[in-house]
């Protein structure tokens, strides 16, 4: 049994785990979990996990060879190191780590949707903006390997092999970090001058499932980390950590889960920037109006309101990205006169107006004038075309359980990823109209 035998480990390790709590695959939401045996109050320490057990790029058998070469390891995602020292304890057989590892004996039950067939994550999943994260992921994995991981591999035979240490395992690997690492958040200091902090593994902690409304939180100090209760637990009741505030669309593209309706409080939809100039310019009468949406919208990407990639983020009660919205809608809904007068003041005007509109809460929103209702309206229509299916088709669908119950587990993960983005939109209609 490989829960026996990774408890025994962590004992071993000194991490110390509380008698009220166990490690299940009984009762749990996903694979593993946490369980309460006894209740439990606001506060408590549910286990504790000191430094020298957590698996990292400083904690590997391999950190001195990572030390020296971390120059060459450098990349985008500043995970190299962390996959490479997994690449290793995960191969070695008498790896300090094997009895942790022994709790995935398989990596391919991982199914994040990096390893749907492309028809399948299209089908399914066109609309959300996942495609598009997956295509970039695998873009950069394949870049990562080619240039920094196999030239590494390579020029250390003794420890690697690339017919053993390939690129199939290494995308296995990458999810797994996905999924299942930590970043230790910034001291508030640090935050203009550092990158993120590397990520690590941490045994136990990686065990708890995530819900928007989570009853527990980890804990950093200088020796150990910790698990502490933030909400009271009933006996028998599941033990939920927090990944972050992850919309629906992240967690299915870099957990392999979603949060069905209407759980996930943080969800989110997009409207893709350019979407918006789409709308402006459909809107256009003449060439010359046409002209006009296209200096406002380099304007607005001078003033980096706006890019070619970006988009604008919605949530239930406002939107994410206010700002730039808000800005995108008045200075495309200028006349040749008012943008020529605000271009002049270099996109200034009087604070105090600027303050009340920047809250787009979504009361403010009912309140916006109606060119920049019109438009924003035009824009959620365009959205809600790019997906393959309605609302109420979706609706019809979680309302019959039969019928939701044929769906395949992909099938029923991106349904729910569609359905909250759909219902945000609408909502944003409404609001509107």
Not at 396 to 415: I, P, T, V
Request: charged share 25%.
């Amino acid at each position: 049994d490989p829960i026996s035998g990774f408890l025994a480990w962590c004992k071993k390790v000194g991490l110390e785990l509380s008698p009220k709590v166990c490690v299940s695959r009984e009762g749990t939401v996903a694979d593993y979990g946490m369980l309460a045996t006894e209740d439990l109050q606001v506060g408590e320490v549910l286990f504790t996990i000191p430094r020298a057990a957590l698996l990292s790029q400083y904690t590997s058998s391999i950190q001195t060879l990572l030390q020296e070469a971390r120059e060459s390891l450098q990349s985008q995602s500043g995970w190299v190191p962390l996959l490479l020292a997994l690449l290793h304890e995960y191969t070695n057989s008498n790896s300090h780590w094997q009895p942790y590892f022994s709790l995935w004996q398989d990596f391919r039950s991982l199914d994040h949707p990096m390893f749907w067939p492309e028809e399948e994550r299209t089908r399914l999943l066109q609309g959300t903006g996942i495609p598009e994260a997956v295509d970039k992921d695998l873009v950069n994995i394949q870049l990562e390997y080619s240039s920094i991981i196999l030239p590494f591999i390579e020029s250390h035979p003794d420890i690697f092999d690339p017919k053993l240490h390939t690129l199939e395992l290494y995308k296995e690997l990458v999810a797994f970090v996905m999924a299942y690492s930590f970043q230790e958040p910034l001291e508030e200091d640090d935050e203009d001058e550092k990158g993120p902090n590397p990520p690590m593994m941490v045994p136990v902690a990686d065990i708890l499932n995530h819900v928007a409304n989570h009853n527990a939180n980890l804990e950093y100090a200088p020796k150990c980390l910790q698990m502490v209760t933030t909400q009271p637990i009933s006996k028998g009741q599941e033990i939920f950590n927090t990944y972050g505030q992850m919309a629906n669309w992240q967690l299915l593209h870099m957990y392999g889960f979603a949060e069905p309706y209407p759980g996930n409080t943080n969800d989110t939809a997009d409207i893709q920037m350019v979407t918006v100039r789409k709308a402006a310019l459909q809107r256009a009468k003449s060439e010359a109006e046409q002209q006009l949406v296209s200096e406002q919208w380099n304007f607005l990407c001078q003033l980096e309101m706006v890019g070619e990639e970006g988009a604008f983020v919605l949530g239930w009660d406002e939107v994410l990205t206010e700002e730039e919205l808000s800005m995108t809608l008045k200075v495309l809904c200028m006349s040749e006169e008012e943008f020529q007068q605000y271009k002049e003041q270099d996109g200034w005007e009087d604070d105090t107006e600027e303050e009340e509109n920047s809250i787009l809460s979504n009361e403010a929103l009912s309140r916006l004038k109606n060119p920049c209702k019109k438009l924003l309206y035009d824009s959620v229509l365009l959205t809600l075309e790019s997906y393959r299916s309605d609302l109420k088709a979706e609706q019809d669908l979680l309302n019959n359980e039969e019928a939701y119950k044929r769906l395949s587990r992909r099938e029923q993960l991106a349904l729910h990823v569609r359905y909250g983005q759909k219902r945000i939109l609408h909502q944003l209609l409404e609001l509107i109209q």
